[in-house]
């Protein structure tokens, strides 16, 4: 455990030297990344065994600096919550790391990706072990500036350099809260550190209305990074990226930061029912928005990217309704069957070429490996059994059912509309007659076999929280200071909860089948048009900002501009003119002629003396 500070160390180090000698190293640039990330893995999966075993809090740091006489702290803690995010984060950096030498073999830029890459995973894995709300500010924003870089990656591309510039002002927004938060809970506690706020929340020393606020400010952080409603339009946006930043992107790494921070911030949470019910809301809403989006869309990791908007919403959801655990675990499988799908899609555009579905086809004899894993992974994501997506879709839906029926009939939908776009992509990318030119082949083994551990993972992560196994509930919540919630809180829902989420997802596949295989006609598409149309502009949002931020902020600026030209300048012109004019005056004035000078005397002495005569009538008379 006390080596724990090491494992976002391995990564910060490639990234040092591959920014010092990744030219001279070229194509090998790969051994330097993937070495720190193995280590990195090794590393955390010790404490994780460890943590699991002994399951103990440790924390281990020293004094930094003093804010008015307040130590502030830097080190490391290792908790359930945070040993189980540092395995899943190395495991699928790792994976990443190999999967990427087949996928930007021969770019140009090759040293550079793996260099933006260690720098990437060195801020995740400093945000995960952080002990302290400062700590975890300085990596948050470092999380931030490495996506900005991989994001921009095809920088010769202004797509790219727009998604990026989007994504980092979009997620500027949110920070801005969690900034906000971080200082009130420092001037109400005079500390950063997580374990000292705690015990003051629980002690009840802050006041029920500023930690409702504070909540919020935290949650509004969590909102930016976790692409909800309606910070979200970036993350579909930071497709332009290379495929495999977006599967770390979209897996266990950035966009699950804000789900892990409401996590680890949840005994701040747990104390404000307003708090709760604003997390649940954004999040069932954003579950079921985004999914709606990702019915229509045709490029693959758009579709993909949505999917991620809709199940970080249901997290939200999920720790929004008292589901900590749910929130959690679906966070835990989330990221493996995601971060699989895009690979598989990265295999599918490295054969092809192309992202847009509608130019693939045919592709399950081609790619028989890519089929299958993206086969697991779209059964993981839709949440059939025994995938590892069911236990944990199945866990968020007993904790709405339990809190709201709203919010359940909101997430049985989104089981509805995942399994129908996620089916979507399997039936028109991988059946029916091929509808490109190229010649296709199977992935090199570099890609597939990150794939193949994927998906097995995909397969047998859920079981770990079954009664066949220790269930993966009582573990996290064995430290209800770390929760704010007692033990053995998991939420378990009836039967048929259970049983009409399996329902559901099996006709969203089967109106797949029909619509995209038989192609069948929809008939709510035929009724109301418009909805297709909604649903594949997104709703419009993009536009609506660009009207009213984008163009409101430029006419704003327009209208500041003139007023700063001619009122101000204006008034700043005329004060010129008057003063060069007397000046001119004066120089005209004063122009050495003594008879000048004895005609303006004579002058001032005849005011003089009429003003005089004047003055004395008016007193005398």
Same mark, same amino acid.
């Given at each position: 455990?006390e080596f724990?500070?090491? %494992?976002?160390?391995?990564?910060l180090?490639?990234?040092l030297?591959?920014?010092? &000698?990744g030219?001279q ?11 720190a990330?193995?280590?990195?893995f ?9 943590e ?5 809090y440790i924390?281990n740091?020293f004094?930094?600096i003093?804010i008015g006489?307040n130590?502030?702290?830097?080190g &490391?803690e290792v ?11 190395s495991?699928?950096?790792l994976?990443i790391?190999?999967y ?5 073999h021969g770019d140009?830029?090759? =040293?550079?990706?793996y ?8 801020a995740m ?5 952080s002990?302290?709300?400062?700590q975890?500010?300085?990596f948050?924003? $470092?999380?931030?500036l490495a996506?900005f870089?991989?994001i ?5 591309? =202004?797509e790219?350099t ?5 994504a980092?002002?979009?997620?500027r927004?949110?920070?801005?809260g969690?900034?906000?938060?971080i200082?009130l $809970?420092f001037?109400?506690?005079g500390?950063f ?8 929340v629980?002690a ?10 504070? #909540? ?5 952080g ?5 692409g ?7 993350l579909?946006d930071?497709m332009?990226?290379?495929?495999p930043?977006s599967?770390l992107?979209?897996? +266990?790494t950035m966009?699950?930061?804000?789900v892990?921070?409401? #996590?680890a ?9 307003t708090?709760l019910?604003?997390v649940?809301i954004?999040?069932g809403?954003t #579950?079921?928005f985004?999914a ?7 490029? !693959?990791k758009?579709?993909?990217?949505y999917s ?5 919403g249901?997290m ?6 008292g589901?900590?655990?749910?929130? @959690?675990?679906?966070?835990f499988?989330h ?10 899609a ?23 490996v890519?089929?299958?894993?993206f086969l697991?992974g779209?059964?993981?994501?839709s949440?059939?059994p ?10 968020v839906?007993?904790a #709405?059912?339990?809190k709201?029926?709203l919010?359940?009939l909101?997430?049985l939908?989104? @089981? ?5 776009y996620?089916f ?5 990318a991988f059946?029916?007659? =091929? ?5 296709v082949?199977e992935?090199?083994w570099?890609m597939?076999?990150?794939?193949v ?5 995909s ?6 929280n ?7 509930g009582d573990?996290?919540?064995s430290n ?13 829902g ?5 049983? +009409?989420? !399996?329902?559901?997802?099996?006709f969203g %596949?089967?109106m797949?089948?029909?619509?995209y295989?038989?192609?069948?006609a929809?008939p ?6 418009? $909805?297709?149309k $909604?649903s594949r502009?997104?709703?419009?949002v ?5 009207f ?13 501009a003139?007023f700063?030209?001619?009122?101000v300048g204006?008034?700043?012109?005329l004060v010129?003119? !008057?003063?060069g004019? %007397?000046?001119a005056?004066?120089?005209r004035v004063?122009?050495g002629?003594v ?5 303006i005397v ?7 003396l009429l003003?005089f005569t004047?003055?004395?009538k008016?007193v005398?008379g």
């Amino acid at each position: 455990m006390e080596f724990t500070w090491l %494992i976002p160390v391995f990564p910060l180090l490639s990234f040092l030297l591959l920014a010092a &000698f990744g030219r001279q190293m070229k194509e090998k640039a790969h051994y330097v990344g993937i070495g720190a990330s193995l280590l990195s893995f090794l590393l955390s999966l010790l404490v994780l065994f460890a943590e699991i075993k002994g399951g103990e809090y440790i924390r281990n740091d020293f004094r930094w600096i003093n804010i008015g006489g307040n130590p502030v702290t830097f080190g &490391f803690e290792v908790n359930p919550l945070n040993a189980m995010m540092l395995g899943v984060v190395s495991l699928d950096s790792l994976l990443i790391h190999l999967y990427s030498v087949g996928y930007m073999h021969g770019d140009e830029r090759y =040293p550079v990706f793996y260099q933006y890459l260690g720098l990437f995973t060195f801020a995740m894995l400093g945000l995960v072990i952080s002990p302290n709300f400062l700590q975890t500010y300085i990596f948050w924003e $470092l999380v931030g500036l490495a996506s900005f870089l991989l994001i921009g990656f095809y920088y010769y591309k =202004p797509e790219a350099t727009a998604a990026a510039k989007k994504a980092f002002m979009m997620t500027r927004i949110g920070d801005v809260g969690l900034f906000i938060a971080i200082i009130l $809970l420092f001037l109400y506690t005079g500390s950063f550190d997580y374990s000292i706020i705690f015990n003051q929340v629980s002690a009840g020393t802050i006041p029920l209305g500023s930690l409702t606020l504070i #909540a919020i400010l935290i949650f509004i952080g969590a909102v930016g990074k976790s692409g909800q409603f309606p910070l979200h339009t970036w993350l579909p946006d930071a497709m332009e990226g290379p495929t495999p930043v977006s599967a770390l992107i979209h897996a +266990a790494t950035m966009v699950a930061a804000g789900v892990y921070l409401v #996590a680890a911030t949840y005994p701040i949470f747990s104390t404000s029912e307003t708090a709760l019910w604003v997390v649940a809301i954004i999040g069932g809403f954003t #579950a079921i928005f985004a999914a709606s989006i990702g019915l229509t869309q045709t490029d !693959i990791k758009r579709v993909l990217a949505y999917s991620t908007v809709s199940q970080l919403g249901y997290m939200m959801l999920a720790l929004g309704v008292g589901g900590y655990v749910a929130g @959690v675990f679906h966070l835990f499988t989330h990221a493996f069957f995601k971060a699989l799908l895009f690979l598989a899609a990265g295999s599918i555009i490295h054969a092809l070429n192309t992202n847009e579905i509608y130019e693939m086809g045919g592709l399950r004899k081609r790619m028989p490996v890519t089929f299958t894993v993206f086969l697991i992974g779209a059964l993981a994501l839709s949440g059939i059994p025994p995938f590892a997506g069911y236990f944990s879709k199945e866990m968020v839906l007993s904790a #709405a059912y339990e809190k709201n029926f709203l919010l359940f009939l909101i997430a049985l939908v989104t @089981v509805f509309f995942t399994a129908v776009y996620m089916f979507k992509l399997v039936f028109v990318a991988f059946t029916g007659e =091929p509808r490109h030119t190229s010649e296709v082949h199977e992935s090199p083994w570099v890609m597939t076999f990150p794939m193949v551990i994927l998906a097995v993972l995909s397969t047998v992560a859920g079981w770990i929280n079954t009664p066949w196994f220790t269930p993966f509930g009582d573990w996290l919540l064995s430290n209800t200071a770390l929760t704010g919630i007692p033990s053995g809180e998991a939420h378990e829902g009836p039967l048929w909860v259970t049983l +009409a989420s !399996i329902l559901i997802a099996l006709f969203g %596949i089967y109106m797949a089948y029909l619509f995209y295989r038989k192609h069948f006609a929809c008939p709510i598409v035929t009724a109301f048009p418009f $909805l297709h149309k $909604l649903s594949r502009r997104k709703f419009y949002v993009d536009e609506l900002y660009d009207f009213v931020f984008v163009r409101g902020l430029k006419g704003l600026g327009v209208l500041l501009a003139w007023f700063d030209r001619f009122i101000v300048g204006g008034m700043i012109s005329l004060v010129i003119r !008057i003063v060069g004019g %007397i000046g001119a005056l004066h120089a005209r004035v004063q122009n050495g002629q003594v008879q000048l000078y004895g005609a303006i005397v004579f002058f001032g002495l005849t005011l003089l003396l009429l003003a005089f005569t004047f003055f004395a009538k008016g007193v005398l008379g």
